[in-house]
């Protein structure tokens, strides 16, 4: 298995900050639990506080796959959706 960092670029419409923020912290500890974590942290944009960012670490493509059919990814995804002023902008990497 290859180690992947993920970064996930989330924009709130105006107004839904607060909603999409909660949701993403709701989130957090059920996922960092998950044995294939190493690293999963949301960030908020001190610049434009209607954006928010993940940055993650996943043992494999396939954690990340795994990760994102559990209740608590599904449960965020679902909440934060209709939220959304932009769509979702996932980069998954690998260091050069």
């Known amino acids: 298995m290859s180690q992947i960092e ?3 670029i989330v924009k709130a ?3 839904q900050a607060e909603a999409v923020a909660a949701a993403m912290k709701a989130c957090e500890a059920p996922s960092r639990a998950e044995a294939t974590n190493l690293f999963y942290t949301p960030h908020r944009d001190l610049d434009d506080p209607n954006t928010f960012i993940f940055i993650e670490r996943w043992a494999s493509r396939e954690a990340l796959a795994a990760h994102m059919e559990t209740p608590h990814f599904k449960k965020m995804a679902a ?3 209709p939220l959304l002023g932009a769509p979702l902008e996932v980069h998954i990497l690998n260091p050069l």
């Open 79 to 81: 909440i934060i959706e």
């Open 6 to 8: 993920v970064v996930a």
């Open 13 to 15: 419409k105006p107004g």
